[in-house]
Every structure is written in C-alpha cells, then in structure tokens.
C-alpha cells in the first residue's frame, strides 16, 4: 500500500512539474529553435492528462453516493478556484490586461470561460467530477477485457483525427464530433478509462530492460507524428499537439507504467511528496509566477537558448510557486486557498 501511495505521489509530483514546463516557453529568439521548441512540447505535452489520468485512478470507481461525493470533492476544489480566478482577475485589472468592462465580463462568464486559458483543465477535472459516480457501479464490475474494449474505441476516437490528413479536409474534429458512432467515449472521459485500467491491471515487469522494451514502441509512436508534422506538415503539428492526441495518450500511458515499476531513492521520493502535497496550490497559482514575475523579470534579460532558458524558468517557477503555496498552508483556513 504503502508503495502504490508512493507511485501516486511521484506521479503528481512530475505531471505538476510538466505543466510548468508546458508554460514556461518564451516566444523563441530565433526561427532555428523551432526543433527544440517542438521538443519541449513533446516532453510537457501530456501534463494535464497525466492529472486527469491520476485523478481518476485514485477516484473512480467510487462507493460514495452520488450528492456524498460531490459534496466531497468540490468543497475541496472550488474554493480555491474561484479565489485565484479572482487574483487573476484583479492582477489583469491592474497592469491594464483587462478592461473594467472585459473583467466584469470575465467574472460574469466564470462558471463557462476560465479567466485564463490555463485553468481550462479545472473544466475538465468538473465534468470529470459529474459522471464518476455514473460509471462508477460499471467501473467496479469491468474486467479487464470490457475495459479494453471501451479504452479500444476511444482510441479510435484520437485515431480518426488524422483521416483529415489524409483527405485534406476536416473528417472529424480533433476536439470531438457530436455526430458520431464513438462520439459518447470520445473526449477527457477516455483518460477516467485509461486511469483505472493502468491502476486495476497495471503492467509490471521484472527488470528495467523489460521495461524498456514494452514502452519503446508507445514512444515511438508517440515521436513519430510529432516530427512528421514538424518536417512535412505543421498543421498536423498542431494536431499532435492537442490534448486528445494518440501521441499524449501514448506518453501518458509511458510515465504511468514507468512509475508503476521503479522505486526513487529516499530523498527523491521526499521531495516528490513535497511537491504532491501542494500540487493542487502550485498548479493553481504557477501560471502568475511564471507570466507575471519570472517572464517580466527576462523580457530584457533573455538567455541565450530555449534548451538552457526554459527548463531554468520552469525549475525556479515551481521553487518559488511551492514556496508561496508552503506559507500559506500556515495561515487559517489555507484549504480555501491552496486545497491544503
């Protein structure tokens, strides 16, 4: 148990890390780091998906009723939200971002628009929140081959975006077709599959090499468009790209199962619960630390590369967002600012 608990941590400590990573590219100095910018993009790209995957393994299937989890898990999530929804807001309103009228309206709209693009995913983790309870009594009755089947069909769903390139014409949207056979298991919902089918039939391996050998090919996989799109075809870079990608799904799938199967030193592992511990604070208030201090702080003073400048800007991004969220999980009442 106590070891399964570890993996958790570990892996809530990296996909917060990757989210920083994700926002933490400057617009590059020059053309000719465009390779190195698709390489980080490869890297952070399935940040959030790793949070939706995480979640819903440690979540679904729930024996809770219906009102009984709700209750549980948004007291714990939308206060923090709306309170940093509101800074947000306010640091906008002040350095001139927004408008009187375009704040209200951005206050107005909060319940359908997050006030920043990065919050998106709060929208996600909401609608997630929703239909746990609903799937929940087929979840916990699903062998592994059911679960197979539904996970089968959402992959198809990230399969057939690419039916675009081949025709040259939008066939089915990369977000989602409303008018289609697999259109209900298509989505976000399809990492609350993955989630508890990596938790409930995880695959172990006996030796790194074996490790090895069973990931390769999804990486590969999950390579593969990334450079086809970067050399032949940016617009399918742009596909790629997405969060409901085969090529996020894939390297969801890789770092689950990597950290399914090892086991960090002592003081890694303390460091990762650190960073597990706020991860839901740092999340919440690292895109004002990196956009609104450390990006204003080099707007004049930028390094000289994107392989140097970026993983500095996420690693002082996430010291300084863990150091705020620390101190005020000190202060009464934190859990309605931090979720701690």
Not at 112 to 137: C, E
Request: proline share 5%; hydrophobic share 50%.
């Amino acid at each position: 148990m106590e070891n399964r608990v570890q993996y958790f941590n570990n892996l809530r400590a990296v996909a917060c890390f990757l989210v920083i990573l994700t926002h933490s590219a400057m617009p590059a100095l020059n053309p000719a780091f465009g390779l190195f910018m698709m390489l980080f993009s490869f890297i952070s790209s399935p940040s959030s998906e790793l949070f939706v995957t995480l979640s819903s393994s440690l979540l679904a299937p729930t024996k809770l009723g219906m009102f009984e989890f709700y209750k549980k898990r948004f007291s714990k999530l939308l206060g923090p939200f709306i309170f940093w929804s509101l800074i947000i807001l306010l640091i906008g309103y002040f350095n001139h971002s927004f408008t009187f009228a375009e704040t209200i309206t951005k206050l107005i709209l909060l319940p359908i628009q997050p006030v920043t693009g990065v919050y998106w995913f709060i929208y996600v983790i909401i609608g997630l929140y929703f239909i746990i309870p609903i799937l929940s009594p087929w979840l916990q009755k699903a062998n592994k081959g059911e679960l197979r089947f539904i996970i089968s069909l959402w992959i198809l769903t990230l399969i057939l975006p690419y039916t675009n390139l081949i025709f040259n014409k939008e066939i089915y949207s990369i977000t989602g077709s409303y008018y289609f056979i697999t259109s209900y298991l298509g989505g976000f919902v399809g990492y609350l599959f993955l989630g508890v089918y990596l938790r409930k039939f995880p695959i172990h391996v006996k030796s790194k090499f074996a490790l090895f050998y069973k990931l390769f090919p999804l990486f590969i996989g999950a390579l593969l468009p990334y450079f086809y799109g970067y050399i032949f075809n940016r617009e399918a870079l742009d596909m790629v790209r997405e969060n409901l990608s085969l090529s996020s799904a894939f390297l969801v799938t890789i770092i689950f199962t990597f950290f399914q199967n090892i086991q960090l030193n002592t003081l890694l592992e303390k460091l990762f619960n650190n960073i597990a511990k706020y991860s839901f604070g740092i999340y919440l208030i690292h895109i004002i630390v990196v956009r609104d201090i450390i990006w204003k702080v080099l707007e004049n003073h930028r390094l000289p590369h994107p392989i140097i400048e970026t993983p500095i800007i996420a690693i002082i991004s996430l010291i300084c967002s863990f150091l705020i969220v620390k101190i005020l999980s000190l202060m009464p009442y934190s859990k309605y600012i931090i979720g701690v």
